[in-house]
């Protein structure tokens, strides 16, 4: 036996395996810190916990309609409406076991062999390796920090061929942080309405985490003539410190809302009874929290990029929202480590800050952009003052 060509095109994801390392260090008592895990470290809120222990309670334990219980659909409907001034009816509405589910169902449910996908680098890892399991074509189109990490128009439409299908969007963005206003947004629709065959994935996954009084917008909104051809993506897991009750979801058009119910009633059938029941309270409850949160990491941006721009080589854009920043490390390659390692690559940096500062970030090799590294600041403020220190000494330490 072994395993099929379509696994066979994809990998683990990267971001996954830096978790699980630091996970083996810290067992095995290395005072290591991770900066390298993609999830909120504030706790889910208690009204939402309540939520999923009364609906255990009260015995709603049972399967469930596969794409969502009309609650859920209800109160992501609303949510639609509330945040993003969007009209969508239940039958627009996908839940699904986590963002990334809603973004395996969308691109196994239409992408077919020789169908291309846009994805501006760097990515959210998982992107690439979807459309391959399905058989697709990535077509990535570099955005780097000289254009803030965003696509541009230009770039968009030298990407765009009459195979492609599907230019997927995100904003603000893992890895950078970066963020599309507006305006920025109707440029780039602007391109994708002159070709109909062209679908937009918009993974606003990190809506509710941005800075500085940021006008958060969505590609459907600002670009109504796209409304049709646009799935829009979300979910709990970031805004609501939801990452381990996986649920994400999405809204679009009614066919592709039950293509994408096909595939999940003959893969995962519907998402954790219990996790939905505490997503409706997530949507329908208390929402000034967010901003509370999205100050609070504001603040850690503002330290992390402070500290990080006084490192020898390394030049750290400010982003506009999310929890990570992707410095460029361009400077400190051809430079030697105190151990006489010579970096060549991000993967070499990211091992020499590992090894030797105790400290885990991720290369941008896996985001598709290098010479960068993502750092997550989804942490106290203490360990990032801390994991900074570790990394200006390393950096100051390069030959
Ligand atoms: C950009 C982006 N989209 C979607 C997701 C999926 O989130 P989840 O599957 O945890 O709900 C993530 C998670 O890291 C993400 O960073």
Redesign the pocket.
């Known amino acids: 036996m072994q395993q099929s060509a379509a696994l066979a095109r994809i990998s683990p994801s990267p971001?996954l395996a830096i978790t699980s390392r630091v996970l083996e260090l810290k067992r095995a008592g290395v005072d290591v810190i991770g900066l390298g895990a993609?999830?909120p470290d504030f706790d889910t809120p208690d009204h939402v916990k309540d939520a999923a222990i009364e609906a255990i309670r009260a015995g709603r334990t049972k399967y469930t309609n596969v794409d969502g219980i009309p609650e859920l659909k209800a109160a992501i409907v609303a949510k639609f409406a509330r945040d993003n001034a969007l009209a969508y009816t239940p039958d627009q509405v996908s839940v699904n076991v986590?963002?990334?589910?809603?973004?395996f169902n969308a691109i196994v449910a239409t992408v077919e062999p020789g169908d291309e996908v846009v994805i501006p680098a760097p990515y959210?890892v998982?992107y690439p390796d979807v459309v391959q399991f399905a058989g697709g074509t990535p077509v990535v189109v570099a955005a780097g920090p000289e254009q803030g990490y965003k696509l541009t128009p230009e770039a968009l439409d030298a990407a765009i061929t009459p195979r492609t299908k599907w230019v997927i969007l995100?904003s603000p963005?893992?890895p950078t942080g970066a963020a599309y206003t507006a305006d920025e947004l109707k440029a780039l629709g602007q391109v994708i309405a002159r070709h109909p065959q062209v679908w937009v994935f918009a993974?606003d996954?990190?809506e509710h985490i941005t800075y500085d009084g940021f006008a958060f917008a969505t590609i459907a909104q600002v670009c109504p003539e796209l409304y049709e051809r646009t799935l829009t993506?979300n979910?709990?897991?970031?805004a609501y410190a939801m990452?381990g009750w996986?649920?994400?979801f999405a809204a679009g058009a009614p066919w592709l809302i039950k293509a994408m119910a096909k595939l999940q009633s003959q893969s995962t059938s519907n998402p954790c009874s219990i996790a939905q029941a505490a997503a409706v309270a997530a949507l329908n409850g208390d929402q000034t929290f967010l901003a509370t949160r999205a100050a609070a990491f504001q603040v850690r941006r503002d330290l992390v990029v402070g500290m990080l721009n006084a490192a020898e080589d390394i030049h750290c854009p400010m982003p506009e929202g999310a929890f990570y920043v992707y410095p460029s490390i361009a400077g400190v390659i051809g430079k030697t480590t105190p151990n006489g390692r010579r970096i060549d690559t991000d993967e070499d940096f990211v091992g020499y800050l590992l090894d030797d500062a105790k400290v885990a970030a991720v290369q941008g090799a896996a985001f598709g952009l290098s010479p960068a590294m993502r750092i997550s600041y989804a942490t106290s403020d203490d360990l990032l003052r801390e994991a900074c220190t570790r990394i200006q000494t390393a950096c100051a330490a390069l030959r």
């Open positions: 971001t993609g999830e986590g963002g990334k589910h809603t973004l959210w998982s995100n963005s893992n993974d996954m990190y993506v979910g709990c897991s970031k990452t996986r649920i994400g």
